[in-house]
Structure formats: C-alpha cells, structure tokens
C-alpha cells in the first residue's frame, strides 16, 4: 500500500492507495469517531462493493442511502434523501458519513456531509479511476444546477481518502478512458516528464495493466494533494487544475447531464483550450498535435458536440466559477507541463477557437 498525504495543518488527511484495501477494517475504523455511520452509495456500485465495506463495520450502527446512478441525479432534491436518513436515524453531530461510489457519490456525500448539523465527518472511498485520481482528493464537493455544473457546493476535507485499486476491475472502458482525461490533465498542467510517460504508457493503461495503473494513480494523487495544499480554495494555483474544464462543463450542461461522460467532456475541452494556447501564440502546433493525439489514444472524444455552436458555447462558459465580473476566465497552456493562471480572453479569438476548432 502507498501512503500520500494532503497536508492542511489539522485538517490534514491521508490518501491510501492499493490492491485489497476494502477489506481492511482499520484502515476505516481509525477514522470513524463514533458508533453512528451512513454509507452513501448508488445501485450500481453498492451491489459490487457494499457488503465489502460492511464486513469491515460490523462493530457500528449502520444505516445505508442508495441513491439512483448518474450525473443526472447529482442535484439538490438527491442530496435531500441523504439528510432524510441522516435524520430519521437519528444521527447526532458526531456521525460519520461514508461516500463509496464515484465521482458524483463523493461529491455528493461530502456535500451532504459539509451541511448536515454544519459538518460531520466524513470519509471518501472512490470507486472509479476519476475519483481515485482527482475528485475525492482536494474537499471540493456539490451539486449541478440545471444553468451550471458543480455550481452549488462548498470547500470540505475528507478524514481520509481510500483507493482500493481492486475496483476499478469492474469498471467499463469508457469510464477507464474518462478517468484518463484527467490524467493527461495533470501532465499538461505541471508535469511534463508525466506527460510524456502518458505518451508511453498509455496503451498498457487501456488494457489495464496494474503496476501502470497505480503508478498513475500515486502520481496523480501526489500532484493533486501538493496543489491543494498551496491552494486549498482556489485562489491561485488550485485553478489549473481547470484546464479544459470550462469548455467541459459548458458541453456537460449543453447537451443534458449524463450525455457525456465529466472526463469525455473535460477530454474535448483540454483540446479546445490547447487549440486557443496555440492560437495564443504559446503552445507549437507540434505540441497541440501531441496532445490531442494522446487524448484519442486514450479512448476519448476530441472533437465538440455539432449540436452546441459558438454563441451557445459562450452563453454556457459565462456561468463558470473562475469568471469575474461576468467576464469569461480560462486556464490556458504555455507548453506542456506548464499551465497560465486564469486569463481573461479576448472575446474575438475564442469565438475564432469555437467556429474552427472540430468544426470542419
Ligand atoms: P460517476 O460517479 O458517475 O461514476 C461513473 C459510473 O461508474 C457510474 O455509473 C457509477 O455508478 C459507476 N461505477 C463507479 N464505480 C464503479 C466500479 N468500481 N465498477 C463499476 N462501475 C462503477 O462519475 P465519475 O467519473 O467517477 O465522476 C464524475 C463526477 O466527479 C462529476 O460530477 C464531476 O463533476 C465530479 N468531479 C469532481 C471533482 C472534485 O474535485 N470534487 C473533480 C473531478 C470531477
Ligand atoms: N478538480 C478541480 C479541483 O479539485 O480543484
């Protein structure tokens, strides 16, 4: 087992990654403070791995949410059945919420987790690749709107963070390719000899090689827990970790939750901005090619909905958080390895990217 840490003084919280994971009852137990435990799940994964985590708490009073699955659902009315068993249980200040699913469960129980009583403790066990590598590190969690993704949430850290990497054995290729999106991300961003170990490595990821795997995992996690803990709330260098995302988001809300995969859209977007880099004048065309190249062998889409044009895209990037005073901001690239800080862009140049960019 590997051992991370995100450092945030008492808030601090340890990332545990490896094979075999769930079954390992201390692993929970030393972060569970009272006797009161809700797991949150959904029907797809509670099935696969419930029982698991069960087995390791029969010493607690458990009570179970089994939420429906889907991007779809991660909304406010889904959060009110959370606080619903919260509370007819009778779960006091000192309860523990559990989040075993992905990205949209972690989310979703952290959030839950941040408001019930005004925050109980709470542990993340993610169960796909993008959780293990990104969202259950960091204490970003929320809900969508229907005018904007993830724009009602709030900033609060995990006891820990559990990747059992045995998991992801049951997850689809598709959702093995979204996580990669966010991969590549960590590559671009601040890591250029990762990035290029990508460009090796990326077949031996797609057919799932597990020295691989977990060498992705730690590596992303590792990046994912040194930004945080330079920037816990996003007020400087947290932000790259955005890149592509406004793009991404707008084609998430654009065509309907759940329509595209979060890593399949973020996965265009990351195209979308490395296009307007070059635009810019600071990515090589050499370089933009890299990346998308890398971005289809991941098994992802390259190219943005025909069906969101140029005016729709704008509309939809004007409801983003890193926008100030209405004015779109975008994390863009200076080459690979290195991302900008948010950038006000010239309305002209991106309407240019968003009619040119896969539109031919
Ligand atoms: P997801 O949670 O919808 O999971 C993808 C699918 O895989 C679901 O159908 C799920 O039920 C299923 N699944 C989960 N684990 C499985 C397993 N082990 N085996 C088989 N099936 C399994 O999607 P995701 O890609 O994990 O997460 C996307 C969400 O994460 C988005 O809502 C996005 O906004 C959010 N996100 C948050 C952050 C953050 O910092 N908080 C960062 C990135 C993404
Ligand atoms: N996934 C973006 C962040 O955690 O900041």
Aim: charged share 20%.
């Amino acid at each position: 087992m590997k051992q991370l840490h995100v450092e945030l003084g008492d808030r601090s919280y340890p990332i545990y990654i490896g094979s075999q994971l769930l079954n390992q009852a201390d692993l929970y137990t030393r972060h569970i403070k009272s006797r009161q435990v809700l797991i949150v799940t959904n029907e797809t994964v509670a099935p696969l791995y419930l029982d698991k985590v069960l087995q390791s708490l029969q010493a607690y009073q458990i009570e179970t949410v089994i939420l429906a699955d889907g991007e779809q659902y991660k909304t406010l009315d889904t959060l009110g059945r959370i606080f619903d068993k919260l509370l007819v249980a009778k779960f006091s200040r000192n309860a523990t919420l559990i989040a075993l699913g992905g990205g949209v469960i972690g989310d979703m129980g952290g959030f839950a987790a941040a408001c019930y009583q005004r925050g109980i403790a709470f542990l993340q066990i993610p169960t796909t690749l993008l959780a293990q590598v990104d969202s259950s590190v960091g204490g970003k969690t929320g809900v969508n709107h229907p005018l904007g993704k993830n724009m009602i949430g709030a900033f609060y850290q995990p006891q820990c963070v559990l990747a059992d990497t045995d998991v992801l054995d049951t997850l689809d290729d598709r959702q093995l390719s979204a996580g990669l999106a966010e991969v590549i991300k960590y590559g671009l961003i601040r890591d250029a000899d990762f990035f290029v170990w990508l460009e090796h490595s990326i077949d031996a990821l797609r057919a799932r090689d597990k020295n691989a795997l977990a060498h992705a995992i730690e590596h992303s996690c590792r990046n994912k827990a040194d930004i945080v803990a330079e920037d816990e709330t996003e007020t400087g260098v947290r932000a790259t970790l955005n890149l592509g995302h406004t793009f991404g988001h707008a084609i998430e809300t654009g065509t309907g939750y759940g329509a595209y995969l979060h890593g399949e859209a973020v996965a265009i977007g990351i195209c979308q901005a490395a296009e307007l880099s070059m635009r810019k004048g600071w990515l090589s065309r050499q370089d933009l090619e890299r990346i998308i190249a890398l971005v289809r062998r991941a098994g992802l889409p390259v190219i943005p909905p025909a069906a969101l044009d140029s005016e729709r895209f704008l509309e939809l990037m004007a409801v983003d958080k890193k926008n100030l005073d209405g004015r779109i901001r975008l994390i863009l690239l200076e080459k690979i390895g290195k991302a900008t800080l948010p950038v006000y862009i010239d309305r002209t140049l991106l309407e240019l990217t968003l009619n040119t960019y896969g539109r031919n």
